[in-house]
């Protein structure tokens, strides 16, 4: 089992402006597979109406479970 937490810095239309490792899992294969999803998984959706932000960072977990 490992959680990797990555932070992603995204724009107002989706774009993902740059992805980050926040805690690895200690796992070099988990890590990197997270941030190939997260950049795999751009664009993301547009901000709703009510935020002015033109860029935001988020917080995401990614948690493996693993068995044999």
Wanted: net charge negative; aromatic share 8%.
């Amino acid at each position: 089992k490992g959680e990797v937490r990555l932070a992603l810095h995204l724009s107002t239309d989706g774009s993902l402006i740059e992805p980050r490792l926040e805690r690895s899992s200690g796992f070099s294969v988990l890590d990197e597979s997270a941030l190939t999803t997260a950049k795999q998984c751009a664009p993301y959706p547009e901000f709703p109406s009510g935020i002015s932000e033109q860029e935001i960072w988020i917080q995401v977990p990614i948690v493996y479970n693993i068995s044999e």
